[in-house]
């Protein structure tokens, strides 16, 4: 009788399968002992003609840094915000990629990963989004709105770095203590992970505010965060009357130029009435932009104001306000300028940034104010870091050469308040003169005084 069994693996799956079409309970029994085995079996391997043509994905585990990953990190100096920046623009489309894809096998998607990973190894950063032992892939929700803060710290830190030391400019200080602490938060909830990149804002801001003598309830641990909408609505607040305010100064800018060109015109020829009419037309300009034309028009008064000109004849006829200082004197002798700031500066130290030394004009103002004077050369785009090391508790000023200096500067104010050393930008050169007028009209009151604890006495102060 065994010779009328099956001879082959094909036979026998044959008569199964002519059987089990005969009796449908028996296919019943057949189906659930099968998947019965089936499920027994550890899942088959690809045969090796595929993995050669298509290789299975792999999860390239990011690397967490060394020691605790949930301890906050410590700044024993003012941190590299420039890197800040870069890794918080790299952390948002890391935070994207996750709430978007999960952890998907999909190739494109894949690549997308690895690229964001081998970036942030180059840059010594660490994407803990992309630790599956920390994260839930499914919270799309929430790593969708640690996106979204991510990116608007950027656009709060390039905002804030770029901000002058004024009053108002100063709400830059507000919306980036908003944005960081929001982002502390929103990183703890969904990953349990203190960011180091936030922590650099938080610490910036924390010398920045206590050299100032600037209270931010935004840094304290039990402050509210604001959503994502009302950051957004702030930051594109902020953003526009930023663009207002430098459209205004580009503005007033050019109308005082456009006025000193036609009063250049009138001196040379008091007689040309055309040029009297455009100097009365660029008056009335530079009054719509609440600007004060008085100290533009001193070297008209005297002259006979041809008629039909009734509002420049009455501005002629009013001398410059007390409390208005005027225009230096850019002849060699020293002004009365140069006096004040020397009693300020004799003996002390100041340090120039911007462009390239210029050796007769470090001569000068060393002779001028008494005082050892530093010129830092810089170059476009010259790290911070290079300018940074020289900013002493020694150092009494520090002059920014605006015309030849980087935008990267924006921030010089920053460090400067830390350390509690004024920053003037001078508008007008190196002249001691001019020098003077602008230190006494910019930081006078902060001069006279006494230098602020430096950075690592603060940190000792706050360790106890």
């Not at 299975?56 to 906050?72: H, I, L, Q, S, T």
């Not at 036609?262 to 055309?274: M, R």
Request: hydrophobic share 40%; with cysteine; aromatic share 6%.
């Amino acid at each position: 009788m065994a010779d009328d069994g099956p001879q082959s693996l094909d036979d026998a799956l044959r008569l199964i399968q002519e059987r089990a079409q005969e009796d449908p309970a028996l296919a019943v029994a057949l189906r659930t002992v099968l998947n019965e085995m089936l499920s027994q079996l550890p899942e088959p391997a690809l045969e090796a003609t595929q993995l050669a043509a298509e290789p299975e994905p792999v999860w390239d585990e990011p690397e967490a840094p060394e020691g605790p990953p949930d301890a906050k990190p410590d700044y024993a100096e003012w941190p590299d915000l420039d890197k800040v920046a870069v890794n918080l623009e790299l952390k948002a489309k890391a935070a994207r990629w996750v709430a978007e894809h999960g952890y998907t096998e999909e190739r494109s998607a894949l690549s997308e990963r690895y690229a964001l990973m081998d970036e942030a190894r180059s840059r010594g950063s660490f994407l803990w989004m992309f630790d599956r032992n920390r994260v839930d892939p499914y919270a799309t929700a929430a790593l969708s709105e640690v996106a979204e803060l991510y990116a608007l710290t950027a656009r709060a830190l390039a905002l804030w770095r770029n901000a002058g030391d004024t009053p108002n400019e100063r709400d830059a200080d507000k919306v980036m203590a908003e944005t960081q602490a929001a982002l502390r938060v929103a990183a703890l909830s969904t990953g349990s992970w203190y960011d180091p990149d936030q922590y650099a804002l938080f610490t910036a801001l924390r010398l920045s505010a206590q050299a100032s003598s600037t209270y931010l309830p935004q840094l304290s641990r039990d402050h509210q965060p604001l959503g994502v909408d009302e950051l957004t609505a702030r930051l594109d607040e902020l953003g526009e009357a930023r663009a207002q305010g430098k459209a205004h100064v580009r503005a007033v800018g050019q109308a005082r130029n456009k006025l000193r060109y036609h009063v250049s015109l009138v001196v040379k020829d008091p007689g040309d009435h055309a040029q009297w009419s455009k100097v009365d037309e660029a008056t009335k300009e530079l009054y719509a932009l609440d600007d004060d034309a008085q100290r533009l028009l001193a070297s008209l008064r005297g002259l006979e104001v041809p008629e039909g000109l009734p509002e420049l004849a009455a501005s002629l006829e009013v001398e410059t306000a007390p409390t208005l200082r005027a225009e230096p004197n850019l002849a060699d002798a020293p002004s009365e300028d140069v006096n004040r700031a020397r009693d300020l500066l004799q003996g002390r130290e100041i340090v120039i940034v911007g462009g390239d030394e210029r050796k007769d004009a470090v001569t000068q103002l060393s002779a001028a104010f008494g005082c050892r004077v530093q010129w830092i050369e810089t170059a476009p785009h010259t790290s911070l870091t290079v300018i940074e090391p020289a900013i002493t508790d020694d150092v009494a000023v520090v002059l920014l050469l605006i015309r030849w200096s980087s935008h990267v500067y924006g921030e010089l104010v920053h460090v400067c308040k830390a350390r509690g050393v004024p920053l003037v930008r001078l508008v007008g050169g190196y002249n001691p003169n001019r020098v003077a007028h602008d230190v006494l009209e910019q930081a006078v009151e902060r001069l006279k005084k006494p230098a602020q604890q430096s950075i690592d006495n603060y940190l000792k102060a706050m360790s106890k």
